[in-house]
T-cell receptor, first 113, second 114 residues
Framework: GDSVTQTEGQVALSEEDFLTIHCNYS??????LFWYVQYPGEGPQFLFR?????EKGSSRGFEATYDKGTTSFHLRKASVQESDSAVYYC????????????FGGGTRLTVRP | NSKVIQTPRYLVKGQGQKAKMRCIPE?????VFWYQQNKNNEFKFLIN????????QIDMTEKRFSAECPSNSPCSLEIQSSEAGDSALYLC????????????FGPGTRLTVL
């Protein structure tokens, strides 16, 4: 079955640091890839999506590029802020699987002021 | 801010009791998904609907889970006989399409089974 792996379970940074969260996927077909962010007490919020190889998705200073060769969709941000502290999820939707989302394990980002 | 409305936000039940939660999808979104998020932040897809029809669902072998999305009424997810292992955050999401479209989540219903 489809799967998403996020390497980092927790990341701790200081404000203005560079962020990378690694995401790799395994899926049949050609899935769409997503990043979601979840704040305490809320449901996941859609950040952005990419649907084809080499497509870059971006929002709020975060970005990721769909790489079919390495089956990756790594999240990056050049300069994090304390308000970015949250849990980030990489996910895929495979139309062969009815477009439900398959989520990674999540990465808890803590940004120190 | 979530435009998907879920009620109640918190639900506490004893083992063996019914637990029912509701979801109003974002206006104009015909596709609705239900997910379960456990305390380890793991997501489990439960079921999805397009309009009132089931698109896909997990093999609810326990048969304790049922869901519907009637016309002109909120969608609902019901657990017939709650178990301690059902304690989780139940998330409803809606989408414009069943094909690769982003899903928008509500705040969830946190179920605690005592």
């Amino acid at each position: 079955g489809d799967s998403v792996t996020q390497t980092e379970g927790q990341v701790a940074l200081s404000e203005e640091d560079f962020l990378t969260i690694h995401c790799n996927y395994s899926a049949s077909g050609y899935p769409a890839l997503f990043w979601y962010v979840q704040y305490p007490g809320e449901g996941p919020q859609f950040l952005f999506r990419a649907s084809r190889d080499k497509e870059k998705g971006s929002s709020r200073g975060f970005e990721a590029t769909y790489d079919k060769g390495t089956t990756s969709f790594h999240l990056r941000k050049a300069s994090v802020q304390e308000s970015d502290s949250a849990v980030y999820y990489c996910a895929l939707a495979n139309n062969n699987a009815g477009a439900k989302l398959t989520f990674g394990g999540g990465t808890r980002l803590t940004v120190r002021p | 801010n979530s435009k998907v409305i879920q009620t109640p936000r918190y639900l506490v039940k004893g083992q063996g009791q019914k637990a029912k939660m509701r979801c109003i999808p974002e206006k104009g979104h015909p596709v609705v998904f239900w997910y379960q998020q456990n305390k380890n932040n793991e997501f489990k897809f439960l079921i999805n609907f397009q309009n009132q029809e089931v698109l896909q669902q997990i093999d609810m072998t326990e048969k304790r889970f049922s869901a519907e999305c009637p016309s002109n009424s909120p969608c609902s997810l019901e657990i017939q006989s709650s178990e301690a292992g059902d304690s989780a955050l139940y998330l409803c999401a809606s989408s414009l399409s069943s094909y690769y479209a982003e899903q928008f989540f509500g705040p969830g219903t946190r179920l605690t089974v005592l």
